[in-house]
Nanobody, 126 residues
Framework: QLQLAESGGGLVQPGGSLRLSCAAS????????VGWFRQAPGKEREGVSC????????NYADSVKGRFTISRDNAKNTVYLQMNSLKPEDTAVYYC???????????????????WGQGTQVTVSS
């Protein structure tokens, strides 16, 4: 059974950095595109970033462009989200998700994803 496990969340001051990890286990070979999503209290879950199977194609929400970087290590079945210059509005539970293959132009749409992790809390506060 395919499973995803996020880690790396925590409490950080504004302007600080965190790196989230998403480790996949199980039969993952047909699930290629990975997305990061977040959900703040009282808000809908939104797409943050996503990456193709090769890692050569990525997409970012406008709110995080220039601050967040997605990457992957296929040998470790792990996708990372490096988050810099964090702001209080970045506070949310962050989830990673898997889908077979979608165009990275569409991969911020949560409805497309088949498997989800349990999430990791990121809190940005002084």
């Amino acid at each position: 059974q395919l499973q995803l496990a996020e880690s790396g969340g925590g409490l950080v001051q504004p302007g600080g950095s965190l790196r989230l990890s998403c480790a996949a286990s199980g039969f993952t070979s047909n699930y290629n595109t990975v997305g990061w999503f977040r959900q703040a209290p009282g808000k809908e879950r939104e797409g943050v970033s996503c990456i193709s199977s090769s890692g050569r194609s990525t997409n970012y929400a406008d709110s995080v462009k220039g601050r967040f970087t997605i990457s992957r290590d296929n040998a470790k079945n792990t996708v990372y989200l490096q988050m810099n210059s964090l702001k209080p509005e970045d506070t949310a539970v962050y989830y990673c998700a898997l889908v077979r293959t979608v165009d990275t132009g569409l991969c911020l749409r949560r409805i497309l994803y088949d498997y989800w992790g349990q999430g990791t809390q990121v809190t940005v506060s002084s």
